[in-house]
């Protein structure tokens, strides 16, 4: 595993915990109302002004179309820039090659469109920073597994981020039988919906680092 992202931070002092503990990347939910997690414009500037260099930052949002994802990278400058689209991933072959390689696609997947997602996933997979599969958005929905284990089997040489239903109670599983690039927790971490718990990210990174230097045995 290569990517471990906290998402949905809203407090510098949980980013800089995020840091300390070893998380790779931080993300910031903006523009995005129907969340409680959701960053104006001005609270994600001012967040990102305070982040240290030894961490990736990413920016989750869901834009109508490619000239939002364009406006959007232009005016708030972060490592990655997690893209949850309702229009055609295709659409995003419009943008400029340095702009789809700091690109987080987000997708949905089930057993209905599981074949379409795992030909994107093969099709894109060295046009975009990695893919994350996600049908729960912050609502702690559980994890497929057996699903989830056949597309990264499927795609194998993919980045593929994993998301939803993730925990201290199973994250070493999930690991050890996924292998994933990459792991991406929210809910899990907090106190209430939307408010991170200090105690919980920092139980949690404890976790992770556990089960790496197990592994290396």
Same mark, same amino acid.
């Given at each position: ?22 998380? /790779? ?39 109508? /179309? ?19 689209? /309702? ?118 990174? /404890? ?11």
């Amino acid at each position: 595993m290569q990517y471990l992202k906290i998402c949905g931070l809203k407090d510098p002092l949980h980013v800089r915990l995020c840091a300390e503990y070893g998380a /790779d990347a931080v993300g910031f939910i903006y523009n995005v109302p129907s969340s409680p997690r959701n960053l104006e414009k001005e609270e994600l500037l001012n967040l990102l002004r305070e982040i240290s260099r030894n961490i990736f930052t990413v920016i989750i949002f869901k834009p109508s /179309d490619i000239g939002e994802i364009a406006k959007t990278m232009n005016e708030i400058d972060a490592n990655f820039y997690q893209v949850h689209c /309702d229009f055609n991933i295709r659409e995003l072959d419009r943008l400029p090659n340095k702009m789809r390689t700091k690109l987080i696609v987000a997708v949905k997947i089930n057993q209905d469109n599981k074949e379409s997602v795992i030909r994107e996933i093969i099709h894109s997979f060295n046009q975009f920073y990695a893919f994350l599969l996600d049908n729960s958005e912050g609502h702690g929905s559980d994890l497929n597994f057996d699903l989830i284990l056949e597309v990264i089997r499927r795609t194998y040489g993919s980045k593929i981020i994993i998301a939803g239903g993730i925990d201290i109670n199973n994250i070493e599983f999930l690991i050890k039988n996924l292998k994933p690039f990459g792991i991406d927790v929210s809910s899990s971490l907090e106190s209430e919906k939307g408010v991170k718990d200090p105690i919980k990210i920092v139980k949690f990174l /404890d976790k992770i680092q556990e089960v790496k230097e197990s592994l290396q045995k």
